[in-house]
């Protein structure tokens, strides 16, 4: 028995790209398919529009086939992006802050005299 079920949410790998829909992979050696009709409720134009290959999302099974280790996916309605935690980082680290910290405790203490 498989420890995924219908409705969970899985991470995974896009590893290609179709018309039709965006191919998964997932731990354990499962694939997996988001159908186009799975991407949003609205009309998909463009699929990279909402993902590109090699970029790792999240996505919930809609139905599992164990014999194949195949699901079918949806990233409807589900925050499917997975942020990178590296690119929401300043690339000068704490300088801002070093450079603030003598004017901001400045302005502290002339706010209590």
């Known amino acids: 028995m498989s420890k995924y079920k219908v409705g969970d ?21 499962y694939n997996g398919l988001v159908h186009i009709s799975e991407i949003s409720d609205n009309f998909v134009r463009d699929i990279f529009d909402y993902v590109q290959l090699g970029e790792e999302i999240n996505s919930k099974i809609i139905e599992v086939d164990e014999e194949n280790k195949r699901f079918k996916l949806s990233i409807k309605n589900i925050d499917y992006k997975i942020e990178d935690k590296k690119s929401l980082e300043d690339k000068n680290g704490f300088s801002p802050l070093r450079e603030m910290l003598p004017k901001w405790i400045e302005e502290f203490k002339e706010s209590k005299e």
């Open 9 to 29: 949410i899985v991470k995974g790998k896009v590893t290609g790209i179709e018309k039709y829909g965006i191919f998964i992979l997932l731990e354990d050696g």
